[in-house]
Structure formats: structure tokens, C-alpha cells
């Protein structure tokens, strides 16, 4: 669900103005241009295309984790966070939520190509 494609009108200093999926075309770039929102629900759609929402995950405030699986039941795992850092409450040592697993990770975001890490 989209609630607005288009910024309704050009004035960055307005919330009511910027909640489109593109800019204005009477903003500084004079043209239809893609907002970071915009390429994260391109990747999105095509990452879940043939896959249904299975479970959240349960992660520390401030993040979130999505499962969708297809039909062979393998899983991809849709994870966000809301502040810079997320923490865990037990975790006194710092900000950062640390994700791993013992095969490898695959990571990415709207900006960059998918990356592999390992632990």
C-alpha cells in the first residue's frame, strides 16, 4: 500500500508536502526523482515476489524481523531497525545490533549490492 507516489507540493521545511515516493517535479531537480523509499520497495517487491509472510522474529526494541518463505519453505529474512543503533537490553557493552550466523550472511540495503560475511 502506497499512501502517496507524488510529493503533493515542493516545501521541505512541511511534512504534509514530502510524503510521496518521488519528489515534486517543482523541487530543486525539476524531474520525478526517486526518493530512498521509493528503491526500497523496488528491491522489496522483487525479493518477496512468490513468497508469503511466515513470522516475526523476536529482536530487541527497535528492530524488526520479517520471515516470508516460499513454496519449497525456504526462507528470506526482511530486517530493520528505526534508530541508527539498536540494543538489546542485556547487552550493556554497546549500540550496535549484531546479527550472525554459522553459514554466512548475506546483507544489503537500498543503496548497495548485496554482501556475504562470515563470522
Do not use: C
Amino acid at each position: 500500500m502506497v499512501y502517496d507516489l507524488l510529493d503533493d507540493w515542493n516545501d521541505p521545511q512541511n511534512p504534509e508536502a514530502n510524503f510521496g515516493l518521488v519528489r515534486n517535479p517543482s523541487s530543486q531537480s525539476g524531474v520525478l526523482a526517486p526518493k530512498p523509499a521509493f528503491t526500497t520497495m523496488a528491491v522489496l517487491t522483487r525479493q518477496l515476489q512468490n513468497r508469503v509472510f511466515d513470522r516475526r522474529d523476536s529482536v530487541p526494541q527497535g528492530a524488526y524481523s520479517l520471515v516470508f518463505t516460499d513454496a519449497s519453505g525456504g526462507a528470506l529474512r526482511v530486517m530493520w531497525a528505526t534508530a541508527p543503533t539498536a540494543r538489546h537490553d542485556q547487552d550493556r557493552r554497546g549500540s550496535d545490533l549484531r546479527i550472525g550466523r554459522r553459514d554466512g550472511l548475506l546483507a544489503g540495503d537500498s543503496f548497495a549490492p548485496t554482501v556475504s560475511a562470515r563470522s
